[in-house]
């Protein structure tokens, strides 16, 4: 497959009560489209395309270094509206459309992989990326026929209550054949109850014809997850804080009562050493190895050697402490 990525990053983001672009916001120090293109370049893609439109300026110049291309959704007339206007800029090599939403942070490359994968191995016209919630309120529906088969997608604002009982729901990504997705959503109309351009009807178009519409069901429900409120910012900042302590220790590193400890991602943990409760370790620290850190210390641009103990409720900004060195509690080293 020649696959193009599209981005789509053009909303103001309204339930973030903000100024900032939605996808400007960060998520674990990162905006969160941010982490969406470094997922993106860990796949063998032809292109990347970001669909932009609120402070289209401000998104293009952060993403601006990362080799993507830029198209201008002018008007919010809906997600197949944003894909739509993209068709000029795909590549004639492409053949296949990866189609993803810049308020995704926690996909992961093995998730999209998986799903291109299914995709190419069912010769799919479409192939959705779906997931089973307890509570899947505000989630367009998968519904399926009595054979299993994807028969269509109802956001919920569309939706009966028989429908809004389904627990899959749609993760809001797609794998499209070219041809077929650009003749599609010339079709799409605005019949609905938000009034635009729906991407999701492409599905229903695709049964019609009978056309072969798949599905990959992530796993992992947490992946999914679009942020669209602090609250939902908040929860993603966490997720991934969780995933980066679950690979330090991983690597040998232990850590006291973890959902109190923050460590930037830019920071080095060597193995055996440790980091105790309520510890804080901001961006551009070094620890070495069987070193310990007490608790409610706060690190920031340091290097800590190996073999050394911090007491408890240290501040260190700047500092360099050589192997062996020990600190009693409640000390300060500022640079």
Do not use: W
Request: proline fraction near 2%; aromatic fraction near 4%; charged fraction near 20%.
């Amino acid at each position: 497959m020649n696959v193009c990525a599209i981005v789509l990053a053009a909303g103001k983001g309204t339930r973030m009560k903000s100024a900032l672009a939605k996808v400007l916001h960060p998520v674990f120090h990162k905006p969160m489209v941010g982490h969406v293109i470094g997922t993106l370049k860990q796949i063998s893609l032809a292109e990347t395309i970001v669909v932009v439109g609120h402070q289209r300026q401000a998104v293009e110049n952060y993403l601006g270094g990362d080799g993507v291309t830029f198209t201008e959704q002018q008007e919010q007339l809906g997600t197949g509206h944003a894909v739509y206007i993209c068709e000029q800029q795909v590549s004639a090599s492409v053949d296949t459309v990866l189609i993803l939403c810049g308020d995704t942070p926690l996909l992961s490359e093995k998730t999209l992989s998986a799903m291109l994968q299914t995709h190419e191995e069912r010769d799919a016209t479409v192939t959705l990326l779906t997931t089973k919630l307890a509570n899947p309120t505000n989630y367009g529906r998968i519904v399926s026929d009595e054979h299993g088969h994807i028969s269509e997608i109802v956001e919920e604002k569309d939706a009966s209550d028989e429908i809004r009982k389904i627990n899959e729901i749609n993760a809001g990504v797609y794998c499209v054949q070219r041809d077929f997705l650009f003749s599609a959503l010339a079709e799409v109309g605005t019949d609905n109850a938000q009034g635009e351009v729906y991407l999701t009807d492409i599905i229903s178009m695709a049964t019609t014809r009978e056309l072969a519409v798949s599905r990959y069901v992530c796993p992992d429900s947490n992946e999914v997850l679009g942020v669209n409120s602090r609250y939902e910012l908040s929860l993603a900042d966490d997720i991934m804080q969780d995933t980066f302590l679950r690979t330090l220790n991983d690597q040998g590193v232990a850590i006291q009562r973890s959902g109190s400890v923050v460590i930037h991602p830019d920071s080095v943990v060597c193995s055996d050493s440790s980091i105790g409760a309520q510890v804080t370790i901001a961006e551009n620290v070094t620890i070495g190895c069987r070193s310990r850190i007490g608790a409610q210390c706060y690190l920031e641009n340091c290097h800590i050697g190996d073999d050394v103990d911090i007491g408890p409720g240290s501040i260190l900004i700047g500092a360099v402490i050589d192997n062996g060195q020990s600190l009693s509690p409640g000390s300060k080293v500022i640079v």
